[in-house]
């Protein structure tokens, strides 16, 4: 439905057209009635040019108009891609698709009905923010998968030594992870009717990097990666990258799902949740 400024402009571009057609058949007209001379051939020439530009003006908007647009986007396109590519070359072929400065938590905000979200990383500690998005993106129908860091794995006690100048240690990091399963797990089922799914499961191997990628139809269309650094790097930046034919993307794709059937399920929230006791390890 057209907005009330776009109905105005419509009405107004109608109404300038059908005046700019009348004037230009009353000056044709007239010129008949004027008789041979001089000032009929300046009318004639008046009527005709604005009874053409009309015609003209209507036959490009219904005719030509929307493959003009198409073809100067594609060109837009192009030139867009291969000035990026001089930039960052190869940016193009690998998907690169410039650097996020957001949080990862605002993931979850494009995620749509039946979307699903790939979500690798050790916890993240911003749960005020973090769980909101989360349940609106469940509630929404949107699916997630999260792969989360098993607070009993060496890894885990690995990682909290090297963001030890941030004030981490191997305790109160596992302690971080356990209260960031529970809290998530507990904010799943806080959700009354439930549309979309939430999994979860525990690695205890290498993390390789943080990856929040989002799926539609089971294809990667978008993604964001970070880095492990010697501070915690949930907020700082990190990098987008869209699909492109043998891209990152579906490389960082095909690792999540190798390692998702690694690990048993910690908690499904279509079925009965039950969390391992046991340190996990890969089924490999």
Known sequence: MLSSSDRTAHLLRISTTIIFLLIGLGAYLFAVVVGPG??????????????????????????LHEETENRTIAKLD????RRVDGI????????????????PRN?????????????????????????????????????????MI????????????????????????AEGATN?????????????????????????DLPCVPMYLRLRDGHPISGVTGYFLSEASFNSVHIRWSAASGGMLAGFHRYFERKWTCYPAAFDSSGADRADDRTARPHV
């Open 38 to 63: 001089a000032p009929e051939v300046v009318l004639q020439s008046i009527g005709g040019f604005l009874i053409g530009s009309v015609v003209v003006s209507y036959a490009y908007e219904y005719f």
């Open 78 to 81: 192009d030139l867009l891609g």
């Open 88 to 103: 960052f070359p190869g940016a193009a072929q690998y998907g690169f698709d410039g650097f996020a400065t957001e949080a």
């Open 107 to 147: 993931s979850f905000d494009a995620l749509e009905a039946g979307d699903e979200l790939l979500w690798l990383d050790t916890y993240s500690p911003d749960l005020m923010l973090f769980v909101p998005k989360l349940q609106s993106a469940l509630e929404r129908g949107a699916i997630v998968r999260m792969l």
């Open 150 to 173: 098993d607070p009993r794995a060496d890894t885990t006690r690995m990682r909290a030594e090297e963001i030890a100048e941030a004030g981490y240690n191997p305790s109160h990091f």
């Open 180 to 204: 960031f399963f529970d809290i998530v797990v507990n904010a799943a089922k806080e959700i009354s009717s439930l549309k979309g799914k939430l999994e979860i499961r525990r690695f205890s």
